[in-house]
């Protein structure tokens, strides 16, 4: 049996009214049609679906039975038609992100605030995750773009990637190791110092443990932090000398911190964007892309 949804959509309308008068101005056409709709529907069925009366109409104990399991049926794909409609014109979806933390923190805030002014009814979901989670989750659909922090020139495997800005490094200390300020200090020299890092299962750890080894010099952390923004508080605490981002510093010098002038230059690190190379973005989630893009042409700029 093949019964066209326009069919049944009409009779959920009927039933929801209990009049054909008002289920025909509801879906927006005329009753002679509503009326023929209905009839070609019992035809169909082999069944009665209504009883009429002077008063409208009202289910048979097969309508009934019918109504039950299609009234579902109508109300999600009516759901679905409006969620989409809402999404073409971006005033409704949602969007899921992957970001780590550098990256939100250096690049990835304004965009959103920015969306979020621009398009209200969208919904965001930010996932903080480390560099490799994110492109996991991305691989995995988790989630429709990722925005990553990588080595300047990384590439990265079985995905689209776009460098959006570059990040500076800067190692710093607090006051109790004041006699690394103010002097040209080499990394062999540094590594003699208590170090605060981010922990081993990350790529900024990754990135400094390649560079330390570049150099001849073990990298040696004695802390490892949760988080980035956990690196400066305890620098400026006096548990060690660390490497944070240049974007960092501003907020948080308050004249404990100083950054140590190192004889060698620092790793430079990239905020990227990631796609799958085969996922077809949605309308919200093709918005924020360009937004994101827009924010990087400013920063090259």
């Known amino acids: 049996m093949n019964v066209s949804f326009d069919h049944y959509r009409i009779f959920c309308y009927v039933a929801r009214y209990g009049n054909v008068t008002l289920a025909a101005d509801a879906l927006l056409c005329n009753q002679p049609n509503v009326t023929r709709t209905i009839k070609n529907l019992e035809g169909e069925l082999g069944c009665t679906l209504f009883v009429r009366s002077n008063r409208g ?3 048979t104990p097969e309508g009934e039975r019918l109504y039950a399991r299609v009234r579902i049926a109508v109300e999600q794909i009516e759901l679905a038609e409006a969620e989409l409609a809402e999404a073409r014109t971006l005033r409704g979806g949602a ?3 992957g970001a780590t933390e550098v990256a939100l923190h250096t690049f990835l805030l304004p965009v959103l605030k920015e969306y979020r002014q621009a398009y209200p009814g969208i919904r965001l979901r930010i996932s903080n995750y480390t560099a490799t989670q994110a492109i996991a989750a991305l691989k995995n659909s988790l989630v429709d773009i990722a925005v990553i ?3 300047a020139g ?3 495997g079985g995905l689209r990637a776009r460098e959006l800005r570059t990040v500076g490094e800067a190692a710093v200390c607090g ?3 004041s006699d690394l300020c103010g002097r040209e200090v080499t990394l062999r020299e540094l590594a003699g110092y208590p170090l605060v890092a981010l922990g081993k299962e990350t790529k900024t750890y990754e990135m400094y443990s390649r560079w330390f ?3 001849g010099v073990a990298y040696s952390p004695v802390i490892e932090a949760a988080t980035a923004g956990q690196i400066l508080p305890m620098v400026r605490s006096g548990l060690g000398v660390g490497f944070v981002p240049e974007d960092f510093l501003d907020a948080g010098m308050g004249g404990e911190v ?3 002038a190192l004889a060698e230059p620092l790793p430079q690190r990239s905020v990227i964007l990631l796609k799958r190379p085969d996922g077809v973005l949605s309308m919200a989630a093709k918005a924020l892309e360009q937004q994101i ?4 042409r400013r920063d090259f700029a």
């Open 149 to 151: 922090t990588a080595l």
């Open 213 to 215: 080894s570049r150099h």
């Open 95 to 97: 969007v899921t992100v």
């Open 57 to 59: 109409v009202r289910l």
């Open 175 to 177: 006051r109790y190791f």
């Open 258 to 260: 100083c950054r140590v």
């Open 293 to 296: 893009l827009a924010e990087s």
């Open 154 to 156: 990384e590439k990265v």
